[in-house]
Structures are given as structure tokens and as C-alpha cells.
């Protein structure tokens, strides 16, 4: 029986095509890295769109891990600060591989909050619950735009840079799950 193709995956989000510069040759910097150009100014531009939403996520994990009250301040408290952990070497991760290609990773605060694709996380939640939502909303936004990111990668013939996304999806995943458990149970 043949198979139906998938339909094609969107382009991961991107929120600042008019705002920032695309990269172009003039920025990148000269490597003995054996990857076409082209292949490595698109595959720069689209990390640094998933870099932003990584540093996002960060950002998020520790607004959760601060701000989080409630009977079960303490669990969630402890595993907040385990995500965040995993995510900071998912934005190490983004941010190197951008830079072995030859261009600059672009993570300061300002760039990242004008350039983030992930919804706001809300200032004035409390209970675990609410954080719990919160959190797996974010958890499960980033997985999206990286897995869509593999694709892309996938794409540019950028096996290394696809298999950085991979590992970090796989990672996000894990957490959505360490997470989403807190609300799974049926009552
Ligand atoms: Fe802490």
C-alpha cells in the first residue's frame, strides 16, 4: 500500500523578519568548516530564532522555580530548577553551534524578548497548578518549534546541527512529561 506523503511542516515561528538583519556573508566569519555558505547563513538565522526561544524557556523555568507556593511548594520548587539546569546547556548547545558555524549568537536579553516566539509567561500565577500549566505550555511550544527546527536542518544538509536540535527535543520531552504528570492523574 503506498504511503501519503506528510504535508510539509511550517517554517518554525519567527516574530522579527523585519526587525533584525538577516545574516549575510559580510557578518559571517571565515571557518575551514566544510559547509556550503548558504547552507551555513540560513542555518545561522534559523538557530538564533530557537536560541531566543530557548533563553525564553530559561527565563520562564525560573520564573516557575521562584515563584511557585502552595503544598507542593517544595517538589516543584526542586524540579523547576532541574529543567532550568537542562535548558541552560540547551541554550549553550544553540548558542556554540551558531558560533562554529561562523556566526554570532545572538542572546542578549533585548534581542531574545523582541525575537521570542513563546507566549509570555504570566507574572501573577502561584498555586502549582498554575505553574504546572504554565510551564507545559512552554515546554511543549519550544518542542514544537525545535522539532520543526530539525526539519529545517535536515534540510540545509546540517546533520550536526539537527542532531543538536534532536537531543534537545528529546531532553524538552522528558521535562513535558516531569512536568504534565503533576495534572495527568484522573480523580
Ligand atoms: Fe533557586
Request: hydrophobic fraction near 40%; proline fraction near 5%.
Amino acid at each position: 500500500m503506498a504511503r501519503t506523503a506528510a504535508p510539509p511542516r511550517p517554517h518554525a515561528p519567527s516574530r522579527d523578519s523585519q526587525e533584525s538583519p538577516r545574516p549575510s556573508v559580510a557578518r559571517l566569519y571565515s571557518t575551514k568548516n566544510d559547509l556550503p555558505e548558504a547552507s551555513r547563513v540560513e542555518a545561522i538565522d534559523l538557530l538564533n530564532q530557537r536560541l531566543a526561544d530557548c533563553i525564553d524557556l530559561q527565563t520562564q523555568c525560573k520564573q516557575a522555580h521562584w515563584n511557585v507556593k502552595g503544598p507542593t511548594f517544595i517538589a516543584l520548587h526542586k524540579l523547576f530548577d532541574e529543567v532550568n539546569e537542562d535548558v541552560e546547556e540547551y541554550v549553550d548547545l544553540i548558542a556554540e553551534r551558531i558560533v562554529q558555524l561562523g556566526g554570532i549568537a545572538e542572546g542578549t536579553a533585548r534581542i531574545v524578548a523582541r525575537r521570542s516566539t513563546l507566549i509570555d509567561y504570566p507574572p501573577a500565577l502561584s498555586t502549582g497548578g498554575e505553574h504546572v500549566a504554565a510551564l507545559s505550555d512552554a515546554l511543549a511550544q519550544f518542542g514544537r518549534t525545535a522539532r520543526i527546527g530539525i526539519d529545517e536542518m535536515n534540510d540545509l544538509q546540517d546533520a550536526d546541527s539537527a542532531d543538536i536540535l534532536t537531543e534537545i527535543s528529546r531532553g524538552v520531552d522528558k521535562w513535558l512529561w516531569f512536568v504534565e504528570a503533576h495534572q495527568q492523574a484522573k480523580v
